[in-house]
């Protein structure tokens, strides 16, 4: 009895191999969610981090404005991950700060914190399509991407600016998302993202995100120094600097409370 | 200006060495210090002339808010300092000095303490705010009671699986203070702060006692609360010889209060609701509503939310808010734009009287550090049974410019 579980579990692992060796076998579905999974774990294990962000708007007419935050983030695999943003500017929005509880499957919970009347209050999570603080970016664009978010299908493998990627088609299970789908770029060697068309409900290209000056943290960790998101529609777009990124600084989920939000915000 | 600003001194003198000290070791401990505020020009003018002599139309100010947030022990501790100044040049009774925040703060895992002068808000309601009650209302400030005074306090709070415990102490009592003679939005006899007394003996210095849970379950936020001390609000007590006459003074008050929102899609279910006892009255008010929010409309980034409640106060026509039973509807404009265009406009309909009030308020941000901001109340057909009565003549537009750094 004991030979025949054993057998049956070389069996099982062959037939794995097997898969994995003879990647053409699979269906553009399977194998675009597993590309989605590689991208994932490749990630896995930061437990957390802070990051300091410069945001860049700019018109159709060339001129700028500039926000700037930070954002603390607790990695859980259970479920999404939990995450802070606190603004430092504008200076009449200093300390605002908003909390989100990611989940795998159904709303987010979301929390903002007002510092002018030291109000915090929970928020709908619904508006995910909307621009975030009058940016190119949707709030959905800058959460946390979960892989069960969206569904995948795999389309070709393609070298664009010089670097071998997997081209995968996802299209978000949200039916509030402001996208149809999007054509999204996977570095081929450590499944970091290089691109990200965006399609609206009207299935037109409306934005397209390019990730740059990627850095490796702990050997591991793919962070790209800048975001930046053009629309094609109104000629506007947004620019995100990553600074002075922290990992495994020891934060826990007492860090992330109603509480730390109003401590964050003062 | 001594009486009315000693105990402020007080706090000040205690806490300046501790700064000093703190400043004096910034480059060695790794102290970040970060200063802030901003510095703003009104103008209130009243569209009809008052109802009382001597009561002016428009009213020119300037106010001014620093900031100023220490912290070291890596994040572990953190003294918060705000002060608020606002130079009125027609009513000289609205001219004042707050000092808003003056705390330390040591927060520990699950923990945080804080000691000194700090504003607390609870609630979940857009009308009123029936359960926030730690803090002194700034009548001077604005008409919905949304501005605090600095309430002295020791507080308590832990973090928990079963929730978030919250223990108050609080040692000081603030008055009240009220508008003058030539200002608006008051009774026809001037009221000094300190023409208000108390039931208690021990007046200012009773101590009050206040304690919170709240947790957060799903779609759930719910908050439970209980306070014992001097009650912020002032009661008017009938006076058994005249008509028209009333005694007015602090009672003590126990209160309990209950605030309850239910998250379910783009629809927030509120509830708040209080249970106030003390010797001379009883009573009970509710918040009951929803806000339904439809974002990104047409795929241009503005969210438009709607918002119902109805208010209940079993005071009748003793509710100083004048909200015994009334329809609040509003609409919420949030452009998101680069210069965060925000509207909200409202209305309360008294279901029982005639009373209505309307009101608006718009903001913008200009360039990267003004922003501009608009507000319009008006009170229309306003019913004789009611304390609004009083104000029935005081309908204003206010513009405000800041400058925030």
């Known amino acids: 009895m004991k030979y025949l579980k054993t057998l049956s579990t070389a069996l099982a692992l062959l037939f794995v191999v097997g898969i994995n060796t003879k990647p053409q076998a699979q269906t553009p579905e399977a194998r675009g969610l597993q590309i989605a999974k590689s991208a994932e774990e490749a990630d896995l294990g930061f437990e957390s981090s802070k990051v300091n962000l410069i945001m860049i708007l700019t018109n159709k007419h060339g001129q700028e404005s500039t926000r700037n935050m930070s954002t603390l ?40 914190y007002l510092p002018s009347i030291k109000r915090v209050k929970r928020i709908s999570s619904d508006n995910k399509s909307g621009p975030f603080m009058g940016s190119e970016f949707a709030y959905e664009d800058l959460s946390s991407q979960e892989v069960e978010k969206y569904t995948y299908k795999f389309l070709k493998e393609e070298k664009i600016n010089g670097v071998d990627t997997y081209l995968v088609e996802r299209d978000p299970v949200d039916p509030k998302s402001g996208y149809t789908r999007q054509l999204v770029w996977y570095n081929k060697d450590n499944y970091r993202l290089e ?31 800048e975001f930046l998101m053009e629309n094609h529609q109104s000629g506007k777009k947004t620019k995100l600097i990553f600074e002075d990124y922290e990992f495994k600084i020891g934060l826990t989920d007492a860090d992330f409370t109603q509480n730390s939000l109003r401590r964050v915000g003062s | 200006m001594k009486g009315k600003l000693g105990w402020l001194k007080k706090v000040w003198w205690a806490f300046l060495p501790a700064i000093l000290l703190l400043f004096g070791q910034s480059k060695a401990q790794g102290i970040e210090a970060d200063f802030s505020g901003y510095v703003g020009y009104s103008y209130q003018h009243f569209l009809h002339d008052g109802l009382y002599e001597n009561q002016r139309a428009g009213f020119p100010s300037f106010s001014f808010e620093p900031e100023l947030n220490l912290s070291w022990d890596e994040g572990g501790q953190s003294l918060n300092a705000t002060g608020f100044v606002r130079i009125n040049f027609r009513d000289a ?80 009592f603030r008055r009240r203070a009220f508008p003058g003679e030539h200002g608006r939005l008051r009774t026809p006899f001037i009221l000094e702060k300190e023409d208000i007394g108390f039931e208690s003996d021990m007046e200012e210095t009773r101590p009050g006692f206040a304690l919170r849970w709240s947790n957060y379950v799903g779609i759930f936020d719910i908050g439970l609360s209980h306070f014992y001390g001097n009650g912020r609000e002032p009661l008017f007590i009938p006076g058994s010889e005249n008509e028209g006459v009333f005694n007015v003074f602090y009672p003590v008050i126990n209160q309990t209060g209950m605030d309850l929102q239910a998250t379910t899609g783009p629809v927030l279910w509120k509830f708040e ?32 939310g709607l918002i119902g409640e109805y208010l209940y106060d079993d005071r009748g026509d003793l509710a100083l808010s004048g909200l015994q039973s009334d329809l609040f509807t509003g609409a919420r404009l949030a452009f998101n734009d680069v210069q965060s265009t925000e509207f ?25 550090s003004w922003t501009f901001d608009v507000e319009m109340r008006l009170f229309e057909d306003v019913s004789d049974q009611e304390f609004l009565n009083f104000f029935r003549r005081d309908s204003f537009l206010q513009f405000t410019l800041e400058r925030h750094f």
């Open chain 2, 344 to 368: 909200l406009f409202g209305t309360i309909i008294d279901m029982e009287r005639s009373t209505k009030l309307i009101s608006v308020e718009g903001s913008r941000r200009l360039g990267e």
């Open chain 2, 273 to 304: 609701s209080i249970v106030r006892q003390s010797a001379n009255q009883d009573m009970f008010a509710m918040d009951a509503g929803i806000e339904y929010t439809i974002g990104n409309v047409g795929g241009k980034g503005l969210d438009i």
């Open chain 1, 195 to 225: 691109k990200i068309d965006f399609y609206d409900r009207k299935n037109e290209l409306m934005k397209t995100l390019t990730y740059s000056k990627y850095k490796q943290y702990f050997n591991k960790h793919w962070r790209a120094g």
């Open chain 1, 73 to 112: 983030t607790l990695e859980l695999t259970e479920d999404g991950d939990k995450s802070l943003i606190v603004f430092d500017s504008p200076k009449d929005v200093k300390g605002t700060s908003t909390m989100t509880f990611t989940h795998k499957v159904g709303s987010d919970d979301q929390w903002l």
């Open chain 2, 93 to 172: 009774s609205r001219t004042h000095v707050d000092l808003r925040e003056l705390y330390w703060q040591k927060v520990k895992n699950n923990w945080e303490l804080s000691v000194g002068v700090k504003k607390i808000y609870w609630g979940v309601t857009e009308a009123v705010h029936l359960v926030d009650i730690i803090n002194q209302t700034d009548q001077l400030e604005t008409f919905d009671g949304e501005q605090k005074l600095g309430q002295p306090m020791v507080h308590y709070s832990l973090y928990s699986p079963i929730g978030t415990i919250d223990l108050f102490y609080l040692p000081y």
